[in-house]
T-cell receptor, first 113, second 111 residues
Framework: DTAVSQTPKYLVTQMGNDKSIKCEQN?????MYWYKQDSKKFLKIMFS???????INETVPNRFSPKSPDKAHLNLHINSLELGDSAVYFC????????????FGPGTRLTVL | DQQVKQNSPSLSVQEGRISILNCDYT??????FLWYKKYPAEGPTFLIS?????DKNEDGRFTVFLNKSAKHLSLHIVPSQPGDSAVYFC??????????FGAGTILRVKS
């Protein structure tokens, strides 16, 4: 049973398109995150939701819009894709917002052509 | 400006020997530190953590040491095994459970 799952695993698309990445966790956690790993391999947080409410929003272009329909899901929608959006996107979850371990999904490799 | 630095991009160690991975941080207010391990095409997995009230935390073959005055932490793996070959990320916990990661160190354990 996969704890944190993401779909799709790979996504190749043209500049200007709109795409979504889905994330689901079956751990019963109440906090979910999106991280981006860029070409230099740095993992940086983008967003965090606790009980479906946005609690962290880093300086991410507003073309990126997270949506949390319930505590188990946090989807990432990206409008007007740009070449610089090419990266690996990781979803993660944790219980609470105190110092707890975060569980990561397998990542979605997005390539914008 | 990087708040968490892992200055060694890679490390190669013989099986059975000790692996030491290092990490430096800039903000003395950080009080919770973690190590994550990542295999290719997988997400990072939590390995071990340490709070700033401790200077050492041990879990099996893995020990993390924290030197607050030097703003330095290290991960020791003893004995190293080929399955330990992976990328190791050091991370600090900021507000709201936000993890700030270092660039990672690739560990290769040779058999």
């Amino acid at each position: 049973d996969t704890a944190v799952s993401q779909t799709p695993k790979y996504l190749v698309t043209q500049m200007g398109n709109d795409k979504s990445i889905k994330c689901e966790q079956n751990l019963g956690h109440d906090t979910m995150y999106w991280y981006k790993q860029d070409s230099k391999k740095f993992l940086k947080i983008m967003f965090s939701y606790n009980n479906k409410e946005l609690i962290i929003n880093e300086t991410v272009p507003n073309r990126f819009s997270p949506k949390s329909p319930d505590k188990a899901h946090l989807n990432l929608h990206i409008n007007s894709l740009e070449l610089g959006d090419s990266a690996v996107y990781f979803c993660a979850s944790s219980q609470g917002t105190s110092a707890n371990e975060q569980f990561f999904g397998p990542g979605t490799r997005l390539t914008v052509l | 400006d990087q708040q968490v630095k892992q200055n060694s991009p890679s490390l190669s160690v013989q099986e059975g020997r000790i692996s030491i991975l290092n990490c430096d941080y800039t903000n003395s207010m950080f009080d919770y530190f973690l190590w994550y391990k990542k295999y290719p095409a997988e997400g990072p997995t939590f390995l071990i953590s340490i709070s700033s009230i401790k200077d050492k935390n041990e879990d099996g073959r893995f020990t993390v040491f924290l030197n607050k005055s030097a703003k330095h932490l290290s991960l020791h793996i003893v004995p190293s095994q080929p399955g330990d070959s992976a990328v190791y990320f050091c991370a600090v916990m900021e507000y709201g459970n936000k993890l700030v990661f270092g660039a990672g160190t690739i560990l290769r354990v040779k058999s």
